[in-house]
């Protein structure tokens, strides 16, 4: 298997990462493609690889007991699925799939927990961790105080960020309004 460079990396965490801990974990990161409805997070199941996204979208959807759903979040080149583990929980009820195929670099989380023991690495993940928790918390507020025409704006909006880049956001949000 060939080990992966971190310049040739398009993931923001990867890319970010101080360049020891990239290469703790340059030779056991492996490409995989990640077909639309791929699964990356299972409910209630251990989280065994965190995948960070190269390309294409992945949702994180809330699923209750009666199985009906509702997404909560977007994962894009900008972060990593399995997130949760950065907290210490193995598992999470929630599902994320890709919604948009992709590429991303799958790594065992059991090579990805070592990284936490540097600060300045570990700090990287919380603020991560930190950002997927304000989509949540904004997500959750556009859903019960705006109409349907700024929501579907604000969700095209993020997705738009997410898989594209910053100027197609900004297109989109003069819809807000």
């Known amino acids: 298997m060939t080990k992966i460079a971190q310049t040739d990396t398009r993931n923001k965490l990867l890319r970010r990462l101080p360049e020891e801990a990239f290469d703790l974990i340059a030779s056991d990161l492996k490409r995989v493609d990640l077909l639309f ?46 997130y949760p583990v950065v907290l210490g929980v193995d598992r999470m009820p929630n599902r994320a799939f890709m919604q948009i195929s992709g590429v991303g670099l799958e790594l065992p989380t059991s090579r990805f927990l ?11 993940f919380l603020r991560y961790v930190h950002t997927r928790e304000l989509q949540l918390a904004y997500s959750a507020l556009a859903a019960g105080r705006y109409n349907m025409h700024q929501r579907a704006s604000r969700d095209g909006c993020l997705c738009a960020m997410t898989v594209f880049s910053w100027t197609i956001c900004l297109l989109l949000t003069s819809f807000w309004r």
């Not at 009906?68 to 900008?78: K, P, R, S």
């Not at 990284?115 to 700090?123: F, G, N």
């Open 37 to 82: 409805r791929r699964p990356l997070v299972e409910p209630n199941r251990p989280i065994e690889h965190v995948c960070f996204i190269e390309s294409g979208l992945a949702s994180m959807v809330a699923v209750a007991s009666n199985g009906i759903g509702i997404e909560v979040g977007q994962i894009g080149y900008e972060g990593m699925s399995g």
């Open 114 to 124: 070592p990284l936490l023991r540097d600060e300045a690495t570990r700090l990287i």
